[in-house]
C-alpha cells in the first residue's frame, strides 16, 4: 500500500505527555481505551470536550457494557477525565480530558494501584498452591516423586479413597447391592439411601446380607426384614443362629463392601454359595 493510500497517518491527533508518562501505568487496560478514545473525539477534532455516547464508547474500545460504565465511573473519580454535561436528546454525555495535572488525585491512583497489585499477586498466589504437584521449577532427587518424571502414572500419583466419607455417601450398600442382588437403579439408590438414614449402614447391610442368604435378592425382601427388626428389635434376628454363623456374615458383608477387584469379587460369591449349601445341608 503507497503512502497516498495509507490510512495510517502519524501524529494524525495529540495526546499530553502526562497522560502516557504519568497516568497511564496507573490505570487499567480497559480505562486507557475509554481515555484514547475521549482524546481522539476531543483533541482530533481540536476541541476541548465533545459529546460521546455510550455506544461510541462500546465501539471505539470492544469492552461490555458495564465495563465501560465502571471504567468512566473511575475515571471521573480521580478527576482523570470530566463529566461536563449529562446526555441530551441521546446525544450522549459530554466529556473531556482533564489538563490540569494538580487536579487529578494522583495519591488516589497510586494507592489504588499498589491494593491492585496486592490483590493480583495473593490469586496468583493462591493459583500456584492450588496447581502445585509436590516439584519445584528446578526439581532435585527428593523433588521427583516415587514414579519418577515418566508419563506413565505412578500408584502415589493417585490421591487414596477416604474411607469414612466413602461410608458418608452409602458407596458399602450401592456396591453390595449391586454385586450380590440386582443392577442399583435411581429409584433403588434413592430408597437405599434413604433406609441407611432410617436404620443405619449396618442394618441395611445385615439386612441385604440375610436377602442373599436366603435367596431373595430383592429390596423389597431386604425392607421387610428391617422394617421387622425395627419393630422387634435389631437382636432378634440372631435367634436360633450361633455367633460363628452370625460371624461369618459379617465377615461376608464386609468383604463385598470394600474390596473392588473381580478375583475378591468371585471369592465373595463363592462363600456365599458355600455358606448356603452348608446351611441347607444342616
Not at 473531556?96 to 494538580?102: A, N, R, W
Request: net charge positive; aromatic share 6%.
Amino acid at each position: 500500500m503507497t503512502k497516498e493510500t495509507s490510512k495510517i497517518i502519524p501524529n494524525s491527533y495529540q495526546t499530553p505527555n502526562f497522560l502516557v508518562d504519568v497516568i497511564m501505568r496507573l490505570l487499567t487496560g480497559n480505562e486507557q481505551k475509554c481515555v484514547d478514545v475521549i482524546c481522539r473525539k476531543t483533541f482530533g477534532w481540536q476541541k476541548r470536550s465533545d459529546r460521546i455516547s455510550k455506544s461510541q464508547l462500546i465501539g471505539f474500545t470492544g469492552i461490555g457494557s458495564q465495563s465501560v460504565d465502571r471504567c468512566m465511573a473511575e475515571l471521573v473519580k480521580y478527576r482523570v477525565v470530566i463529566r461536563v454535561a449529562e446526555s441530551i436528546h441521546n446525544l450522549g454525555v459530554e466529556w473531556s480530558i482533564q489538563t490540569d495535572d494538580g487536579l487529578i488525585d494522583l495519591t488516589g491512583l497510586r494507592e489504588r494501584d499498589v491494593n491492585r497489585r496486592k490483590i493480583n499477586s495473593q490469586r496468583a498466589s493462591k493459583a500456584r498452591s492450588k496447581n502445585k504437584v509436590g516439584m519445584s521449577d528446578n526439581p532435585t532427587m527428593s523433588d521427583i516423586p516415587p514414579g519418577g518424571l515418566s508419563d506413565i502414572p505412578h500408584k502415589s500419583h493417585y490421591q487414596k479413597k477416604n474411607s469414612s466419607s466413602s461410608s458418608a455417601t452409602g458407596e458399602k450398600i450401592i456396591l453390595f447391592f449391586r454385586q450380590e442382588i440386582v443392577k442399583v437403579t435411581p429409584t433403588i439408590k434413592e430408597e437405599l439411601m434413604n433406609a441407611k438414614t432410617i436404620y443405619s449402614e449396618e442394618w441395611v447391610l445385615e439386612a441385604l446380607a440375610e436377602a442373599v442368604h436366603y435367596n431373595k435378592r430383592s429390596w423389597a425382601y431386604a425392607e421387610t426384614i428391617l422394617k421387622r427388626w425395627k419393630a422387634e428389635g435389631f437382636k432378634t434376628k440372631k435367634k436360633g443362629a450361633s455367633n460363628a454363623t452370625s460371624n461369618k456374615r459379617s465377615e461376608r458383608v464386609s468383604k463385598l463392601a470394600t474390596n473392588y477387584t473381580d478375583q475378591d469379587r468371585e471369592a465373595a460369591r463363592h462363600i456365599v454359595e458355600r455358606n448356603g449349601t452348608k446351611t441347607k445341608r444342616m
